[in-house]
């Protein structure tokens, strides 16, 4: 037997209590949660079924599978229909207003669960889900901090990998390799179903201003139509950029982290496209600070680009991404989102990605990105590597 | 520019001539379809936005990203509510019945679209596209093939990567840069938010029977309790069963295939569990013909495990799967699945993964999997390689 909550009882107290306390300010009575994100998020595993969170008291874990899961409140279930029948029995009040994850629960399945609260209304869950998630508690930003360090290590060893005559894919294989030998878990994960990618992309040369269906920050063709991102295969050329863009999940936890690798010199637009993107994130790292909006930074890196003639590239050339920095975590897209119309607002304890990044056509993509934890301080670096352009060989 | 189809002109007309009749047989008048999975079956390629596919009639492909795909009937929108707008211009009657992605869009998504066609009753489509993408056609079989010589070409190499001392993550991870580095694509597509996965499992002695979240046919504690599944960090030891199962993802068309490896002799009971699971195979691959009732070959296949008083062992020990195949092409769990309960009959062009597995307390996971087509003629392989336990030293 094992027991289910992987948290010390007084971090599974302060992650609770916060979601409890967003549950009061918006009248929410209680919440079924059963997105493995957020399960992972309460209670510090993933499992097969649902939590129910009340706005005052304990939750009580719906458990499906693994078997042989214990701790208080913890009950095996075979089908939902069983949580209302547990509820009643423990007489344990649903409340009013019962919220589900709307968001990134499929509509048959949500139905389903609607169905099993005919006393109560239900309501769209998701909002406030990825409001607590935005905020990180310091063991969460340990988990990210592990991250970033051995993702940091990774990237030191790429020039390492880098032989003449490499393809993007070859030399992305080897860093996979390196990485998940370090023990990244290798799984990206990233909300909504238009958007998917394996570990992250290299992207080399003119592949960069390849478009992609997705919501990325940068494109490439990719191998195949059926995952259309990344690498394409070609051989790595002199006078090319090569930005690697893996992904840092060694804990669950993930960083977001580029770095451009350069086989031979690059022009000179690309190394000051560069040291702008180098720029932003020094910028951002002062400015960034509870109470900051999301758009005002955002308008500051656009300012910065502009006063560098250069947002022709920026974010993209043939296509343009429309943020420049995404809330991370468990998953790659969190709040809050750095982009021209955003409404968030920054706290402390978020954990956000930034990465400015141009396209330079033939020559490639350049510009960095880091994880940074903001505090009262201004956004600490979880990604700490140099930020210069690293010769290959 | 580049067409967004990718399919010649006859392939096209096969694919969607199949889901048209099969919607006129439902009353289905047209289906809204956004799934990524879905779009790249209708037209050979993954890319953002939405297909509009009537029952009579050219389907219309409404696209947000990438930018410059062209073709017949490809129309930019920025956000689904501009769909409803150009069918009017365009005089394409919506019809009564509309079918939306139910069971794989998220409540909120689907809220959306119902309220794009207020003149019409929407229902649940999800029903249908399983169906229509459980028969492949012959050049959906075709990418399946070759998926399936690359996956077994992987395989062959396994004892050539497998060094004394070696942990069951670090073979998993030369066996995965292999993999990559023939083509894999990495990504294991899977239907429904609580399922998750890397590239697959390496399973190494008796953390073959740790269980799972997950709905898979074989446990493993994993090496994060964020991903609990599969290696666990342990040294291979001596007279133990390495089970691999890792995705053969080289087309956008998968195939599944387990072997076992050994180092060192296995007892008795290993041996002769996995010769049971050769023997399923072998029946399954003379009884899985058009016509033939999923149950009966899950029966068939639990009647031969009885009567080699296997049964405590069968497709897990501590935690059992509730199946024994599953369909499988663009996701790992497409229909039909080979279970007690199932529904489903079989067709010709199914293509479906046998697993019948067991695991064998303290020695590891034995038994095989492979990837079947359905032809009127039996069941043929498409991951052909030696079924016997293949030694690593």
Redesign the interface.
Known sequence: MEQLI?LSESEARLRIGRLQALMRRDGMDSILV???ANL?ALC??????YAWIPAEGDPVWFV?????LEGENVVYVHKPENIPTYLTEASIPTGHTIG?E??????????RLMGLFTDAKTV?A?GILREWRSVKTPEQVELMRQSGVKHAEVYKRVPGLFRIGMTD??LQ??I??LS??E?C???F?ISG??M????GNVISGQNAD??????FAM?GAG??????VGANGEEILEHTAVMVDLNGNF???MTDMTRVFSFGELPALALEAHQCSIDICHAFMKEARPGVEAKDLYAMAETMVRDSSLERYFMGH??HAGFVGHGIG?EVNELPVIAPRSRNILNEGNTIALEPKFVIPKVGAVGVENTYLITSGGAECLTVCSEEIISLV
């Open positions: 992987l059963s997105d493995n992972l510090g595993r993933v499992y097969s079924g499906r599978r693994p078997v042989e589900l709307y968001d990134v629960t499929a509509y048959s399945t949500t139905v769209n998701s894919h070859e294989v080897e996979e390799r998940r030998l023990g878990l290798g799984v994960r179903p238009s998917e990618l394996f570990m390849n478009p992609t269906p997705y919501d494109g191998l195949d139509p059926s995952l259309p804990t669950g936890y043939r296509q468990i």
